[in-house]
């Protein structure tokens, strides 16, 4: 997990809007930190999507993105009904395994950061080669 | 929980588009019961933003709009990545209770149907007098 | 959906007990309605097993308890870390359609009712013949 | 976070046991990832309940651990129905910090390992002092 990325100059490619349901939160009066792993996933979805590839055609070709690693550090609360921009980019790569960073703001103020490093498997599990369309990591 | 604005011709006011999350899912293959109760939310949230009224303002004003009772019907299974469509209306009113009644569609197919009973309270979590502005039953 | 079992006096067969979570929670400081659907799929689960035929081995059998239908009557707020007792009972049966019935209860006072309707289906989705060992509806 | 902690030879404090639910599975028919986030908070509350402090208790006196950060690391899937043993030690602390490890194991087998950091806050959020009974880093 290399959080370099996060909190580097470069702007990530890729951008998604989502709304903070009031079933994301907890009895803090907060998005509960178990949440924002689900912002993660649907960034990440719908990064694949303006890809090309969305990740339900990926699966069907016999890949999966299987997820070896999460991390995530909170910065600010998040609240009931706030807008959420999730941007994400790929950070890291390599043989089977991919890294793909996230910056999580809302109201123009970092909330969380994140990271998931994934692993190409095919439908028996074994690792397998990374699709090509992936974008080069960020920087490279 | 009056189920028959649901299967009614009336159309319903509003509808909400969200996507079905990889994270909704459930090992049958599609999306688990348990997340259209979320979905149901999410519509009945933009509704009220689509009223003038987002529900955190609401709140913020001392009242609640606690939910007494909750029903879904599930008619055909919702996969990863469909977008689905949740259209809401509030279908029958009385004292400091309101009904809201739910059509989940997908693909141009009714998937489920729902309803929910709501209760407004206060910030003791007393009955509260509904607030004006919450539209007429649908029909009425 | 048949509602008059639970308000009965006939004891049920099988109770869970589970734990609120923090997670379960949410601004309203209280347990979020949709974590009640995940606390009877719980009893339900438990019950298969105490039946001598974990819900795991039934599915491994070709055979999943598809739910058609729930529904949750919410009597009074459940808080974090409160112990739950979840007690259920099969309370109806035709065809391939089954019923659930439960009573959720903490601290020795009923919290919420709840009802799911299950079918049993084979591994291409199609009605499947009930399997023998699922007890008979209470009262019969 | 530190890492080092989970992969040591030292025996962690306490253990919690729970059950892989069928709402914490996906699609790709396995736990899903962020379910285990919800795995580390059980065992994080259970602990604090074993060491004679609630986290209900703890939140009535002024106190909440907000969460700062989480990671987990995935290393073999867990399936619907198995029972998992989150063993937790609180492996660092400095200040108003301190940090949570996590081993998930289950039929004899590592299937994770995760880390919070939390910090004391008191209702306004602001950094408080740790509680005395909090118990020394494992190793100390």
Known sequence: MRWDAVGGDEAFPFS?????????TDAMGVVHHGAYVR???SARTEYLRALG?????VRRSGI????VEVGVRFLRP???DEEVDVATA??????????MSYRVEAGGRRRAEGVTVHAAV???GRPARLPPWLPPPLGS
């Open 16 to 24: 998604h809007r989502l709304r903070a349901r009031f079933a994301d």
């Open 39 to 41: 912002y993660l996933e």
């Open 53 to 57: 590839h969305p990740y339900d055609e």
């Open 64 to 67: 999966d993105f299987s997820v």
């Open 78 to 80: 998040l609240h009931f």
């Open 90 to 99: 790929l950070t890291w790569r390599r043989g089977a395994t991919f890294q």
């Open 122 to 124: 095919d439908a028996e």
